[in-house]
């Protein structure tokens, strides 16, 4: 019932920006923190940016600090990641999910930067 869809990725060359989004469903989505993933072929799942429930708190991976903002509307039930400075090194598959009770994951949208 729990079901999240990502949407937003493509192919966009370095130093290019992409505005994911992620709608969710199946839950009271404005008592929930949330949380952007990503993941490569071969590595685990890794910690991309965090929200609180009410958006007014964030927290960030050391890999994307200044270059990636993290935010929700709750009105939507959507969160979103505008990602801006954008490296090779964040092709990814990109998942959202809640910060706790993460059972449930979509389809993730894929992320590809390269020239």
């Known amino acids: 019932q729990v079901q999240f869809v990502e949407s937003g990725g493509g192919l966009v060359q370095p130093g290019g920006s992409l505005r994911l989004s992620c709608v969710a469903s199946g839950f009271t989505f404005s008592l929930y923190a949330m949380t952007w993933y990503r993941q490569v072929p071969g590595k685990e799942r890794e910690f991309v940016a965090g929200i609180s429930s009410g958006g007014d708190s964030t927290n960030y991976a050391d890999s994307a600090k200044g270059r990636f903002t993290i935010s929700r509307d709750n009105a939507k039930n959507t969160m979103y990641l505008q990602m801006n400075s954008l490296e090779p090194e964040d092709t990814a598959v990109y998942f959202c999910?809640?910060?706790?009770?993460?059972?449930?994951w979509g389809q993730g949208t894929q992320v590809t930067v390269s020239s």
């Open positions: 999910n809640r910060r706790t009770s993460y059972f449930y």
